[in-house]
Each structure stands twice: as C-alpha cells, then as structure tokens.
C-alpha cells in the first residue's frame, strides 16, 4: 500500500467520522426535549415521580407511564410542557389499585408533531397500607 492510499483511506474515514458525528449532534438536538434528574420515591399511599428538562423543543406534554414487572406499560397521567428549563413533578395517587410490590415508570416525551421519545425505566418498590386499599376497593364498587 502507498503512502498516497493510506492518505486517501484516512481522509474517508476521517470525513465518514465528521459527517457522523455532526449526524448524532444535531439529531440530539432536534429530538425535542433533553431532561435529568428522573426520581421516584414512594411516599406512604403515593409514588412521586420528579424530573428537570434542560430542552423542550416542540414538546407538547409528557405522560407517565407504569407497569408491574411483567406487565406492559400504561399511561397513568399526562404532564403538560411549561417550557424549557423547568422542573416537574407527578404523584401516583392509583399505585395502589395494582398489587403491592416493585413498579417500573417511563416517561413518553411526546412533541407537537406527534412524535415521541421515552425516558430511561425506573423502579421503585411500593408497599399501600390496608386502609387505602379497602377505601379504594369500596369507591370503585360505587362507580
């Protein structure tokens, strides 16, 4: 091989690499919405979820969504965008209506566009006390 082929191979590769990281940059920043801080915390008959966004290009809203280990993840609430650097937090107030044990939540980020994209899973292990359940069960025999 020539030094003028090594050349012409590192200059490829080179441009290949620029191209795709100006690709990955730029798709980060369009994606609509970059936030930190996700937490939850089980707080007696309530879960907490908190998080901070950093950037809410074209977000409309933010639903929160839950699942028991094996199940599959539904909406529990919607959270609606203020915009960018804002903080947010959602209670759980039907955590109890499933049964006692470990919870995985996501948040959907869903832009005015309808598109979306999710948060990373988190887990927090949920214990309601007696009463919150009866009261519970007894309110949804009058619905």
């Known amino acids: 091989m020539t030094k ?12 290949i690499f620029i191209k795709i990281s100006l690709l990955l940059i730029l798709s ?3 994606l609509g919405v970059h936030y930190s801080d996700f937490n939850i915390v089980s ?5 907490i979820l908190s998080w901070h966004t950093n950037l809410e290009e074209g977000l409309k809203e933010t ?8 199940g599959a993840f539904s909406s529990v609430g919607v959270v ?36 979306s994209s999710l948060s990373s899973e988190q887990s927090v292990t949920h214990l309601t006390s007696v009463s919150k359940k009866t009261w ?5 025999l009058f619905r």
């Open 80 to 115: 609606t965008a203020k915009g960018d650097n804002s903080s947010y937090s959602f209670t759980d107030e039907n955590a109890f209506k499933v049964q006692d044990g470990l919870y995985i939540y996501r948040l959907r980020f869903v832009n005015s566009d309808g598109t």
């Open 63 to 70: 639903s929160v969504e839950r699942k028991v280990v094996h």
């Open 4 to 15: 003028n082929s090594f050349t012409n191979i590192f200059t490829a590769v080179k441009n």
């Open 136 to 140: 519970g069960s007894i309110k949804a």
């Open 28 to 30: 980060a920043f369009f």
């Open 43 to 47: 707080d007696t008959d309530n879960v």
